[in-house]
Nanobody, 124 residues
């Protein structure tokens, strides 16, 4: 089992910036291999939606059209940590942001884990 812990959410004015972090760790010190990590978000009354993803081996990134040019996803392989730099924030970016990771654990079983979520509120 792989646990994800997010941090960095908060309240910011429109046009401002925030940086989210998400660290992955194995339960009871177990090892694992990450394939990809991603960020999703869910605004009040709406379904969860994709924001950005990064391939852990090649570093390829993908973004939702709504955040292209404003958000940047990056990763630190050594720390199994993914970041989401959010610039030029808009009120419509207000949501709970969730980290997701998938890969293989040390039993050669696949995992697909979610963090607990971190609130981002953008005031207009």
């Amino acid at each position: 089992q792989v646990h994800l812990i997010e941090s960095g959410g908060g309240l910011v004015q429109a046009g401002g910036s925030l940086r989210l972090s998400c660290a992955a760790s194995g339960a009871s010190g177990r090892t694992f291999s990450v394939n990809a990590m991603a960020w999703f978000r869910q605004a009040a009354g709406k379904e969860r939606e994709f924001v950005a993803a990064i391939n852990w081996r090649g570093g390829a990134t993908h973004y939702a059209d709504s955040v292209k040019g404003r958000f940047t996803i990056s990763g630190d392989n050594a720390k199994n940590t993914v970041y989401l730099q959010m610039d030029s924030l808009k009120a419509e970016d207000t949501a709970v942001y969730y980290c997701n990771s998938n890969g293989i654990d040390d039993d050669a079983d696949g995992f697909d884990s979610w963090g607990q979520g971190t609130q981002v509120t953008v005031s207009s």
